[in-house]
């Protein structure tokens, strides 16, 4: 569980090949039941040695993808405005990818969001919402697919059953 990439596991574990067969043979190899279940267990040893759950990641993803950039800044006689974060507010930063602010008079000179999309998308993946070829598993709500419809209308998005296709 050195970085993750089967492909270097194999060949750090002393299989006499080169890269491109120890690709092939690796994938072949982590699907194998015993070998897919070690790594199971390696990977929920790592995870309660750093104390991280699946809630915890989770939580997090939540709060970028569903955050908003008033929850940062607040226009203010016709200025974008630095809101006053208090000691210890965590919680509304985790969404901030970078912000540059004029010292002098706080006010915002640029920011920089992180990816709602992508935490979505994640969130998404993890709950089981989509399948692998992207095929939609939950049913949308009439609502929600009018929305998307709206926005992406030629992107093949669902309609009225909400089990179209959903290309990226």
Same mark, same amino acid.
């Given at each position: 569980?050195i970085d ?15 890269p ?18 070690? &790594?199971?267990?390696?990977?929920a040893?790592l995870?309660?040695t750093?104390?991280?759950t699946?809630q ?6 939540k709060?970028?993808? @569903? ?7 607040q226009v203010?006689?016709?200025? &974008? ?25 706080r006010?915002?000179?640029? &920011?920089?969001?992180?990816d =709602?999309?992508?935490a ?8 089981? @919402? @989509?399948?692998? =070829? ?6 949308l ?11 992406k ?13 959903v290309?990226?």
């Amino acid at each position: 569980m050195i970085d993750n990439n089967q492909t270097q596991a194999y060949l750090r574990a002393g299989y006499n090949c080169t890269p491109k067969s120890a690709e092939s043979k690796s994938a072949r190899l982590v699907r194998n039941g015993k070998v897919a279940s070690r &790594i199971a267990e390696l990977r929920a040893e790592l995870a309660k040695t750093c104390g991280i759950t699946a809630q915890m990641v989770l939580e997090r993803y939540k709060k970028i993808a @569903f955050s908003c950039i008033t929850d940062h800044v607040q226009v203010k006689d016709g200025n &974008i405005l630095l809101r006053d974060i208090a000691e210890g507010d965590r919680d509304r930063c985790i969404s901030l990818a970078s912000m540059k602010v004029n010292r002098k008079d706080r006010e915002v000179i640029e &920011i920089k969001m992180k990816d =709602d999309l992508e935490a979505l998308r994640d969130i998404g993946k993890h709950l089981g @919402f @989509f399948k692998e =070829d992207n095929t939609l598993t939950h049913k949308l709500d009439e609502h929600t697919a009018e929305i998307i419809a709206l926005i992406k209308p030629t992107r093949g998005l669902p309609s009225g059953d909400g089990q179209r296709q959903v290309n990226n």
